[in-house]
């Protein structure tokens, strides 16, 4: 640059770097003398028993809720398979919040080194915070999360089963148990997952509202509603759909298994199949 400082900058480092790690390119004036963040890959599994500092499979860290809470923009998550909840008390409003610009992948054995090598083994993310779900009924189910999952701009939820969510207070309390998705998120990409018994009185798996969503190979089954057991979508989505399979979800009103309301959709080769309902 103009005072001589070399153009190639090394980032100031970060506790895991793994293989995300960046140099940068200054092309300013004035070559930037401080430090700049490099994206860290965040391991997560349940059984690991090393430095639980997330840096590798070895020490990974034994909650996916604490890879959220130290992930920075454009870091990744890997999930090995296991069973996790978003809290360890009974706070039906904890959630897995998802971090926007960070994408997070489950269906991992704890050995892989890419994310194409996944054999998608289960990787359960939980609302049974208190441990006493009845698999036949939702009898048991009101002491759960509200919503498991919580969305995020420009990001990636991929390989994960969802299960156990229950959201039938007022307002967001009663919508997507399963996933809910904030008004006015963008970019968000959901493949590979499965959304089962999950009940809300609006989206049982997922809600969404004035949003822009992609799914990808997903499986909605045996979520409840009373608007919309499996995937809501309301007030000017964008909504892009392709490789899912909707069955046996129960609602009282509008769309078994998949319901738009004055929203914009691009549905291909998805399979709606015995959901029941009023459309």
Known sequence: DMDGNSRILEDGGRVNEGACTLDYLDIG?????????????????DDAFGANNGSSWADALNELRDALAVAEPFDEIWVADGEYRPTNDMNRSATFQLVENVNVYGGFSASETRVEDRIML????????DFNDNPMDYVNHTGNSYHIVTAASNTIFDGFTVSGGYAHDLDDLGRGAGVFIP???????????MFTRNSAYEGGALYANASSVRLRDAVFSNNAGDYCAGAYFVENCTVDIAGCEFYSNTVLFRGGGLHFWNGATDRKSTRLNSSHGKL
Do not use: H, K
Request: charged share 10%; glycine share 8%; proline share 8%.
């Open 29 to 45: 004036a004035y070559e930037f003398q401080g430090t700049t963040p490099s994206p860290m890959r965040w391991y997560v599994d």
């Open 183 to 193: 008004n006015g998120t963008v970019n968000l990409s959901i493949s590979a997952c």
């Open 122 to 129: 289960p990787t359960l993310l939980s609302g049974d915070i």
